[in-house]
């Protein structure tokens, strides 16, 4: 493999960019984590109460045991050779035990169900979310990427919530009982011990901007490596017709390296914060040795209490400890919180207005007016297009590629928002219509069709989950498709992969023509929907088009001149602007840019 790398061309290593995703520099806020812990509310009544109590019980037992053998047990009970108290106080001890392992118990149980619901809750509310969002959004992201801020990201945080949250408020609580503790039984052996703390603490603070700016480089690069791979295995296809594997495995393994660098860096400065704390114990361990053996000389201390002391001091640094790796979780967990964050404040660019009509029943009427449109604010796609589609007419949109056909067809479905000009259904803005409403009423057949994974029967129904199976199979007897659902073994029980790739290119077209018009739409989009068809497909579904296109308003994207000739007006695009305008026969008598088209076509087909 090293030999077959040495060989590559370092330039392919620049081929694939993933611009979509940055380090995002933000300051540590706790506004920021009151948000994150706002997830914790739906479970105010009922699991976090139970965890929380359960913490009490656990702190309160172990700050009272400590007491009872340094105290009671050696200088009541062992000192004073007092057997009935020592077996008594060997016995509450031990029940104490058992009770903190109990409670101890329910809380990991508790907790570990507080925080498994609270991810369940976060990732449906992003996947929610995202499912809102406009196209615009996806336009700018690979899937890879938004698969990472959905899984992993929301993966990161489990560890805070099952764990860190009502850890560290037990840890905390443990370390204020601690402390008032240590006072009570020597304010000077506790002032000498404490006096190493605040150097930890400074020191600690050093690592904290670098600690959080790694794991947020871990995301960047696990979101990078996620989009390579989502991207490698949907075209596998290409690589391997192409002979790209060892440059495709090469590139892996760069962004690969760089994923296992990032975690090998972020670890490493983790790792940091534990040496830290067992330094600090090390020094606070033989201060009080030193001290402590002093007071001891001088008798104002015990040794009961100093041995109270010393189990006090083991337990003070146990939370220490426990907090700085809390604090680590919790600069992952902001790391992701705020990748989360981002996505969760992006805000659809094509929304409902407040008073967004709901159209009961449309009729399909399209007007165009000046409209104008750019995906990207600076290269424009229409140019002051006004057309008009009366409700049944069947229109076709032809022109080269980039002339801006599809982007008709997205400001109808309003996938997009036009740039400037009005888009009208039935005299409607159709940015006054409710977005369901409208896309209710609107069926799309595209030219490279999505078939998910199930049946063939709930791939069709997918355009109306409610209809009925015989409703199913005569809108794919409609278009002819069940022809070849028939020969298949399980007919339409049949199981079709991600992608359909069981199918063939046609079949999959036939199944998302089903589909489009089982949903019965006022208005249908084609979209070069048959250019992927076969002589014989084509001549059944022009025949079921025929039947299946009236009393509709259709807009028919193609090149194809059997699929455009019939079209009751055509217009004729050219860099977003309509040269041209009529029937067939009317455009062909013209002989301009569709006459160029048609005839480009004839020799096309002839040669």
Known sequence: MEAERRKINPNVLHRFHYSQDQVIEKPFNWKQMVRLLGYMKPYAKNLLPLAVAAVFLTMAVRLVIPILIGVYTIEKAIVEKNREMLILLVAVIFVLYLLSYAANVYRIRWMNRLGQNIIYDLRTHLFTHVQSLSHRFFDSRSAGSILVRIMNDTNSLQELFTNGVINSLMDFLMLLGIIGILLSLSPELTLAVMIVVPLMFFISTKLRRNIRRSWQIVRLKQSKLNSHLNESLQGIRITQAFTQEVENIAFFDGINTENFESWRQATKKNAMFRPLVEMTNALGTAVLLWYGAHLLKTGEVTIGVFVSFAFYLGMFWEPISRLGQVYNQLLIGMASSERIFEYLDEKPIVSDKKDSVELKKMNGHIRFENVTFSYDQKRPAL????????????????????????????????FYDATGGVVRIDGYDIRDIALKSLRRNIGIVLQETFIFSGTILENIRFGRPDATDEEVKAAAKAVGAD????????????????RGNVLSVGERQLLSFARALLSDPK?????????????????????????????????????????????????????????????????????????????????????
């Open 383 to 414: 140019n002051g297009i006004n057309l008009e589609i009366l409700p049944g007419q069947t229109v076709a949109l032809v022109g080269h590629t980039g002339s801006g056909k599809t982007t008709i067809a997205n400001l109808i479905s309003r």
């Open 483 to 498: 022809l070849f659902i028939n020969k298949l073994p399980k007919g339409y029980e049949t199981e079709v992969e991600e």
């Open 523 to 607: 208005i249908l989009i084609l979209d070069e929907a048959t250019a992927s068809i076969d002589t014989e497909s084509e001549v059944r579904i022009q025949e079921a088009l025929k039947t299946l296109l009236k009393g509709r308003t259709s807009v028919i994207i193609a090149h194809r001149l059997s699929t455009i000739r019939d079209a009751d007006k055509i217009f004729v695009l050219n860099h977003g602007n309509i040269i041209e305008e009529g029937n067939h026969d009317q455009l062909m008598a013209q002989k301009g840019e569709y006459y160029k088209l048609i005839q480009a076509q004839y020799k096309m087909l002839q040669a």
